[in-house]
């Protein structure tokens, strides 16, 4: 506790100018090769070489802080609430993916009732105040409880994509035969 009250409190907060200056130099491969090359520089100066990220080479260096710089949406303490949003809007799938989350499952014995969720949760998702719930830890992006439903709707999404498939090559291999109709001469000029 105290080595994190050191940590938290030994240093000043970070100034806008200077997280600009930092994200900015992290914004894309060239500008992170540069920052880099200069965090080096200072670290053969310092002799400080604990960090587990000094034991990457560099082309795995180089990357992590190219991936630091495609998050600062969301990781940059100064950024605006819009631009949180449209980020996670955007990302949040892929960065939910696989992470067990707290789910509220239907269940008939379960502890916690509609009434306890809330006026507003219960009018946008159409619960009455006696239903009956239970929390359950479920991965994000996972099929819906394991119910029948999802697993049949899981079956026809992978029949849909294998019939998708098998038209598309069956289209390529008629237009390798010349079968569609579809030509490269060049037209006539007028």
Do not use: C
């Not at 002799?47 to 080479?57: A, K, M, R, T, Y």
């Not at 998702?125 to 697993?151: N, P, W």
């Not at 038209?167 to 030509?183: D, I």
């Amino acid at each position: 506790m105290d080595a994190t009250r050191v940590a938290l409190l030994s240093s000043p907060p970070q100034t806008k100018d200077d997280s600009d200056r930092f994200w900015d130099s992290i914004k894309d491969e060239t500008a992170a090769e540069i920052f880099l090359q200069k965090l080096l520089s200072a670290k053969n100066v310092d002799g400080v070489e604990s960090h587990p990220f000094w034991q990457l080479d560099y082309s795995k260096q180089l990357e992590r802080l190219v991936a630091l710089g495609s998050i600062r949406e969301i990781a940059d303490e100064y950024g605006s609430e819009s631009d949180r949003s449209r980020f996670l809007a955007r990302y949040g799938d892929y960065l939910l993916e696989g992470l067990e989350l707290d789910h509220l499952v239907p269940d008939p014995q379960g502890p916690i009732r509609g009434l306890d969720i809330g006026g507003r949760l219960r009018d946008h998702y159409g619960i009455a105040a006696t239903d009956r719930f239970r929390l359950e830890k479920l991965a994000y992006g996972s099929d819906a409880f394991g119910t029948e439903a999802a697993q049949r709707a899981r079956v026809l999404y992978k029949a849909w994509n294998t019939f998708k498939t098998g038209r598309a090559h069956y289209e390529e291999k008629l237009f390798q035969r010349g079968l569609l109709g579809l030509t490269y001469e060049p037209r006539e000029k007028k």
